[in-house]
């Protein structure tokens, strides 16, 4: 069974920096593209950024976020820097590119 | 970018009843190499993370009730909901895989009449 499961997020004041992981288990985690989608509260679902073998990343946070991977602890990462209040959402990591699987999300609170 | 656009934004249908939601994408999501539409569809009930209903425009995923039926192609789809149950009332997005930036569309709710 794949799972999922994040953790990292928080409170952090505007500029300031978190660094969220996503830990699976229940797939080959190297040969899988994984991405990150977030939801601003009552809003929608918004692409981040995505890892399949190349990076990329939505408009609004390329330069301030990094997605990167360990396939030895099978786990995605992604760092957020310069962080704005905009930036406040669930953010859920997701298996490959039609993101078939889903973790639960971590909340992240960018306030002053 | 590839905009999605949902339509309706909600809709209350009654209780075995059919249940229809349309999106619309800016820009054709059909590959010439592979003759596929990079069309997902997602459910979404609160407090829940999405859950991924179909793929390809119209395969249902394993375990995915078959009152569920995706169609469509180019830049027209729509996500049918056969007979409504109880259990339906969810948001649903679409979402194109097709080219970066991926984008979803704004999300229809469903509700009982």
């Known amino acids: 069974e794949v799972q999922l499961e994040e953790s990292g997020g928080g409170l952090v004041k505007p500029g300031g920096s978190l660094r969220l992981s996503c830990a699976t288990s229940?797939?080959?985690?190297?040969?899988?593209?994984m991405s990150w989608v977030r939801q601003a509260p009552g809003k929608g679902l918004e692409w981040v950024a995505t890892?399949?073998?190349?990076?990329e990343y939505a408009a609004p946070v390329k330069g301030r976020f990094t997605i990167s991977r360990d396939d030895s602890k099978n786990t995605l990462y992604l760092q957020m820097n310069s962080l704005k209040t905009e930036d406040t959402a669930v953010y859920y990591c997701?298996?490959?590119?039609?993101?078939?699987?889903w973790g639960q999300g971590t909340l992240v609170t960018v306030s002053s | 970018d590839i905009v999605m656009t949902q339509s309706p934004d909600s809709l209350a249908v009654s209780l075995g009843e059919r249940a229809t939601i349309n999106c619309k994408s800016s820009q054709s999501v059909l590959s010439n190499s592979n003759n596929k539409n990079y069309l997902a569809w997602y459910q979404q009930k609160p407090g829940q993370p999405p859950k991924l209903l179909i793929h390809?425009?119209?395969t249902r995923e394993s375990g995915v009730p078959d009152r569920f039926s995706g169609s469509g192609s180019g830049t027209d789809f729509t996500l049918t909901i056969t007979s409504l149950q109880a259990e339906d009332v969810a948001v649903y997005y679409c979402h194109q895989y097709y080219t970066t930036p991926r984008t979803f569309g704004q999300g229809t709710k469903v509700e009982i009449k």
């Open positions: 997701a298996t490959n590119s039609i993101a078939d699987y």
């Open positions: 890892d399949g073998g190349t990076t």
């Open positions: 229940g797939l080959i985690f190297s040969n899988t593209w």
């Open positions: 390809w425009a119209s």
